[in-house]
């Protein structure tokens, strides 16, 4: 497919600039963690989850719809009362909070710092998939089935800043999918993702010590435990995509090769 692009963009100044975004598929990752939070959830059940911008936003959903479930973080904690204005939210953004016993066939309405915001941005996209390490072969799988022309790998960063993480898993998509690509246009940043992703695939966990994320959640007592768990690939063989009302669903068994 000679007539294809491929672009990873790797800061929030990237995927919120004004771009033809009907005509692209996306793949967003925030690997620590809400990508992968949310790729747990729908594989422990939960029927659905919502990413919103705000917390005042996530408790009028609650008022309205008093069954969903409230998970989210500000500083990589659980929102508490305090932050929301007197709700004390369900779950954090820790993907080894979201177990079948907590979320199976709840909808969940999440707000976090950048993962919410680089899938709200990407909202009018023609097809947006949530990715992890967690289900990287299931995006694989559904890339190389459907090809699409125009890809875009978002990165959601830190703050306005790069990612590694996000970058590593990019670039390990990237090297998946580059029989379909390479022969069209490819930008810079998906080179550079592609060949940073070898250098530290066998230690993905030790490459953590390198990212700004990595380390926040690593000098954390309660949150340490979140950085190996995120960095584990093929968990789960589950495809994710938001659908134009902005929930994210998992989309229905697909036997993958
Ligand atoms: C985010 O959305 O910025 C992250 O998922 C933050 C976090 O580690 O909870």
């Known amino acids: 497919m000679a007539d294809t692009t491929l672009e990873v ?24 963690r809400a990508t992968t939070s949310m790729v747990s959830a729908l594989a422990s059940g939960a029927a659905g989850i919502l990413p919103v911008a705000g917390i005042e936003e996530a408790v009028q959903l609650k008022q309205a719809h008093p069954g969903v479930l409230l998970a989210g973080e500000r ?15 369900d779950l954090g953004n820790s993907p080894r909070e979201f177990l079948p016993e907590k979320v199976a066939g709840r909808t969940i309405v999440l707000t976090t710092t950048n993962g919410t915001r680089a899938l709200r941005a990407c909202a009018r996209a023609e097809t947006v998939l949530v990715g992890s390490f967690h289900n990287l072969r299931a ?38 999918i580059w029989p ?10 998906a080179e550079m993702a592609r060949r940073l992703y070898p250098l530290m695939q066998t230690d993905l966990v030790g490459a953590m010590h390198f990212s700004r994320n990595g ?11 979140d950085v190996p768990y995120c960095m584990q690939r093929e968990l789960h063989q589950l495809q994710a995509v938001m659908q134009p009302n902005g929930l994210v669903t998992a989309l229905p068994d697909e036997r993958l090769p």
């Open 215 to 225: 380390r926040r959640l690593l000098s954390h007592p309660e949150l340490r435990a």
């Open 180 to 189: 379909d690509y390479s022969t069209g246009q490819v930008a810079d940043s």
């Open 9 to 32: 963009l790797l800061t929030p100044a990237e995927y919120e600039r004004p771009r033809a975004w009907e005509n692209h598929v996306c793949v967003v990752f925030d690997i620590l």
């Open 75 to 89: 500083e990589g904690l659980r929102i508490t009362a305090d932050l929301s204005g007197g709700v004390e939210f």
């Open 139 to 176: 995006v694989t799988h559904w890339l190389r089935k459907h090809r699409p022309p125009n890809l875009l790998l978002i990165c959601s960063g830190t703050h306005e800043e790069a990612a590694l993480e996000d970058t590593l898993a990019a670039g390990a998509l990237c090297e998946r």
